[in-house]
């Protein structure tokens, strides 16, 4: 006879599920060495059940979607499920398994009780530096030997002990050994608390009652799913853009997508993206499917939270060699720029069929700067990463955000002034929202931002800028965002503008300014209430010549003049 569950008890459970993934990611935040986890939140965990499919995922970064459950679940299709014993804790960097740059560790651990393997936790964190050949990785890389230690599924603990040999290698192999190994034991940790808190809920409820409440939990996120995309017409659905290059050669990237909606499905096809470049833009599949669950997910019932009955109506395919299913030998460390953009690209295409829940395109990149050296204050060399914050598009009845993380980070936070001058030689003169890069609609595309860097050290600088060349597109009327730049003053008063560079070689006194890109614009600007626009002047997010030139709204003495801009406006529509 066939048992099922009560209502009740599937939501408590349900929700118990998710505790547990946050109180892992609470604990790995805490636990954590560097600040690029404990402060910006680079990392997120998952419990998954003995099948490798997701239970719960904590607020963290959705360019990890459902990426977890691949590393375990392509480790037990090489090793079989047998291969998980108790007291193991595995970890992976390699980025054609995992789909990631080398400095993204996935750990995780099989749970047993009563003997039976019942689950998994799973963590991936940014480690600092994993032994590239330049500090924190690559600009330029070319090839997957040049940006560090590279692993297959690999044990380390067994039998409930470490592995010291292969701790100590990692160490040593690595730049920052000591913090590395305290964001190892971070993840470990997360493992630990996300066991002892999944045996609890077993041992409350029993294994049979989790079991029936799991599958009744993924069988309702399937069914929903479904009914959504079942609402969607049927069809072919395009869109493309451009990276403005690999970071080794000047030409652009082309990214190609058709999404074809059939009856129930939805089908991604990357074929005519740019085959696998020289220069280090190329994604190991297992990220680029999780990329597109991302995108997916935006506008396929986001409210719901992703488990183990998600995606089941959602395949992805990409050609053998290309930038999204790149083979050895190719450089991986900025994979995720095309990623920012597929997510804007399926949005796009699918919006004449979802308007309003369609989003114009965000300022696409992490917009990542390294500063590194030796700090003189005690002596010690330092590497500082961080992405930098932009603004996303407007969309039906909203403006966009402003000075938001891009949407492959989400939860990543930007490192806070009073932080990054504590832990880093550098001083942060200026920090403000970048008038006029949103583009113009009746939506207005949120704002970039400029953040200005006083480096009190010698060293060198690592910058990796992208979408100038395809910078945030409008929707609708609405117009594009403003695309980003970095300005570079030394010194000796030369002053030079740059999107990417590898250590490059900065003195004391050196500025450094990035300016992060805008949202694009949602529907006509000259549509836009005149008083949400005097509104933008005074917050600084339009100027008056942006307001006259981009909305038709003439400001004088900070109020409308009405007359003026409605003539100006009927000039315009003319």
Known sequence: MNRSIDPITTEIIRNAFISIAQDMNAVLIRSAYTPVIYEGKDCVVALLDEKGNVLGQSSGLPLFLGNLEICVKETANIHGWDYFKKGDIFFVNDSYFTGTHLNDITIFAPIFHENTLVGFSASRAHWLDVGAKDPGGSMDSTNIYQEGFRWPPT?????????????????????????????MNAQIAAGK????????????????????????????????????????????????????????????????????????????????????????????????????????????????????????????????????????????????????????????????????ASAAAHYGDSMVIFIGGVDPRNNVPFLSVEPTCGGWGGFNQFDGADGLINNVNGGFKDIPVEVFEGKYPVTIHNYGFRTDSGGAGKYRGGCGLYREYTVNADGFCSLWFERSVTTAWGLFGGKDGVGPNVKIEYPDGRIENKLKANGQVITKGTVITTFTGGGGGFENPFERDVNRVLLDYQNNYVSIEGAANDYGVVIENSTVNMEKTQALRNSRNS
Request: hydrophobic content about 35%; overall charge negative.
């Open 155 to 183: 044990r380390l603990y067994e039998n409930g002990s470490p592995r010291t040999e292969i701790i100590e290698f990692l160490k040593i192999n690595g730049r920052f050994g000591y913090s590395l190994e305290g964001d």
């Open 193 to 356: 608390t996300g066991e002892k808190r999944f045996i609890d809920t077993i041992k409350r409820f029993g294994i049979e009652n989790v079991k029936l409440a799991r599958d009744e939990i993924f069988r309702q996120t399937e069914e929903l799913e479904r009914q959504s995309v079942m609402q969607l017409k049927d069809g072919e659905y395009f869109a493309e853009g451009y990276l403005d290059n690999d970071g080794v050669g000047l030409d652009p990237v082309l990214i190609k997508m058709k999404v074809v909606v059939k009856g129930e499905s939805i089908h991604i096809d990357l074929d005519g993206s740019s085959p696998q470049t020289n220069g280090p833009v190329n994604c190991g599949f297992a990220q680029t499917i999780s990329a597109c669950r991302v995108a997916f997910k935006l506008l396929i019932n986001p409210k719901r939270p992703v488990d183990g009955g998600t995606f089941k109506t959602f395949t992805v395919e990409a050609p053998e060699g290309s930038i999204f299913k790149a083979q050895t030998p190719a450089a991986c460390q900025w994979y995720f720029s095309s990623l920012g953009l597929v997510i804007d690209a399926f949005v796009k295409a699918l919006s004449p069929v979802i308007k309003d």
